[in-house]
């Protein structure tokens, strides 16, 4: 008796040597195995695998639907006439200093999630905060939103984005060699584009948390 075979499978790579829609393992692999930063699925349809790669990685519809269900705010921006509806929320967290870092993109107007990148060791508050700037300036621009406003309530990460490059004084280390290489990535990328997105200062003492925060204060 033979053994079933085994469903056919096709690999998108958002982020990695060569991004595309592979229909092996083995192909998608090579692409993304020891690349820093890489973020790739696998689909069971190559429709899907096709769409998600033009959506973008964060635009997953089953993603979309599990996060808009659990909205992360209850807030009515709406009533706030300040607060730009259109605007991407970007946010960073970290559990010690320096520590697992994560950073993620929420839309301002629906709580829904753009990205999420982490947890990865050996991080800090403020490079979250500006890697999630840098991560969607070079998102929006991506998806043809260069315009698109950018809210983030860290003054020190607008601060280094000024400056054109990270600022931090954490020391490159084997635990956090990969959040190095990612962060070098980015101050290459800032060094190379200019950000057309503005990049707007999230009043949280009258408006409340940033909708990207990971409410674990």
Known sequence: MSAPSRARRYYV?????????????EECEEQVKGYPGARFRAFGAQSDAVEAFRRGPGADLDI?????????????????PEIRLDALAVDGACSRNPGPMEYRGVWVSSGVELFRVGPLEGGTNNIGEYLAIIHAAAQLAQMGLPQTPIYSDSRTAQAWIRAGRARTTVQRTAANARLMDILARADAWLAAHRITNPILKWDTEAWGEIPADFGRK
């Open 13 to 25: 790579v958002w982020e990695g040597r060569a991004p595309g829609v592979y229909d092996s393992w």
């Open 64 to 80: 979309i639907r599990s996060i808009a269900a659990h909205r992360a705010h209850s807030v009515n921006y709406e009533a706030v």
